[in-house]
């Protein structure tokens, strides 16, 4: 080769070399310039495919995940323990960059760890504690637990209910007296029997839990734990059986009479655009069956067609504000007034409840 050709090729080289530099450098350019998605993160208290709880706070996940695509960056944290478990969590999610964290259980976050983190801001489902990084979250379930209170009322033939039950705070106490309300309102005079399992989650507990309401006589039974474990001993016995959480029909087809549910995904997304466009503030929702969150999931064959119309009469009452389970008179186990007549319990005191309504049978205490 001349030394002519030589040059050429050199220069033809350096033009070539230039260019994929000039590209090189721009697409480098451009993806500095894209902005990082923002990083949200969920702890469960249970395994995200529970079949309850912690699954459809994880279907609120994904569809935030859906809406806003590219834009987030989500993950979960499955079967936290509050103490130790969850502190370590946290500080592994903050150091990873995420940004919101939403903790789904009672007892995850308070003022002092919020304040540990103060440029995190916390979520957290069925608490009080707030700051101005730290918000609550949860919805009347208490509704839509009486409604399926009323299912059970008209499944049971004796009258003998069995409910298997987490641990022994508000929010579970009152879900059970809701579940009592309800299922007196169809059958006068039945009780519902409680055992504790002093666990969310824990399907040898709970299937124990429902075998001995069943050796204990009740011919339905409900739930306030996280797996369909009571509904598929239900189904093996024959039992009529109210869910909690989820639509859990599929383990118990025969046996599912319906469940209260939450619709977590819409209040999901809208805090996250709100973090996102640096307008989120701290609150207090408590979403109802009138905004969309709390709801009945589908029925089972054993509920019949009396039963449907009588629910559907009582949910329209509820929603529109004609009707509440927690007006008095209410009175306890022991007889003793607890809401005088005519009174409604305010959400603060649903909050604080630690007594049983009339026809419960179990300690308030587990």
């Known amino acids: 080769m001349n030394k002519r050709k030589l040059v050429l090729a050199a220069a033809l080289l350096a033009c070539v070399g230039g260019a994929v530099l000039a590209v090189a450098t721009s697409t480098g350019s451009a993806r500095s310039n894209s902005p990082a998605p923002f990083k949200v993160a969920w702890i469960y208290v249970g ?20 809406k806003l695509g590219s834009n987030v960056q989500t993950t979960f ?84 209910l069995g409910f298997v039950v987490a641990f022994p705070i ?13 299922a007196r309102l169809m059958h006068p005079g039945a009780r519902v029997r409680l055992i504790w399992t002093n666990s969310w989650y824990d399907p040898g507990k709970e299937k124990k839990a429902a075998e001995s309401l069943f050796n204990a006589g009740v011919d339905v039974l409900g739930q306030n734990v996280d797996s369909p474990a009571t509904g598929q001993f239900a189904q093996s016995k024959h039992v009529p059986w109210v869910g909690y959480d989820s639509n859990a029909k599929s383990f118990a087809p025969t046996s599912w009479l319906t469940a209260s549910v939450y619709n977590w995904g819409p209040y999901y997304l809208r805090r996250v655009k709100a973090a996102m466009a640096g307008k989120w503030k701290s609150g207090f929702y408590y979403g109802s069956i009138k905004d969309g969150f709390t709801k009945l999931a589908s ?15 009582k949910m329209r009452a509820i929603e529109s504000g004609k009707f509440y389970e927690f007006t008095g008179p209410l009175y306890d186990q022991k007889g003793k007034l607890r809401v005088k007549k005519g009174k409604r319990m305010t959400v603060k005191q649903l909050y604080a409840m630690d007594w049983l309504v009339r026809g419960v049978i179990g300690s308030p205490k587990g």
């Open 170 to 182: 508000p929010e579970v106490i009152r879900h059970a007296n809701a579940f009592a309300l309800g």
């Open 299 to 313: 029925y089972g064959p054993k509920v019949k067609a009396k039963t449907k119309r009588a629910i559907a009469r």
């Open 47 to 66: 395994p995200h495919t529970d079949h309850g709880w912690s699954q459809a706070h994880d279907k609120g996940r994904l569809y935030v995940q859906k």
């Open 77 to 160: 944290k499955e079967n936290i323990a509050v103490g130790a478990q969850l502190q370590q969590t946290v500080s592994s999610l903050v150091n990873d960059g995420y940004k919101m964290i939403f903790g789904t259980s009672y007892g995850y976050f308070d003022k002092q760890l919020a304040a540990k983190y103060p440029n995190v801001l916390f979520e957290q489902a069925t608490g009080t504690d707030r700051a101005k990084n730290l918000s609550e979250y949860f919805g009347a379930a208490e509704d839509t637990v009486f409604l399926s209170g009323m299912a059970a009322g008209a499944a049971t033939k004796k009258g003998n």
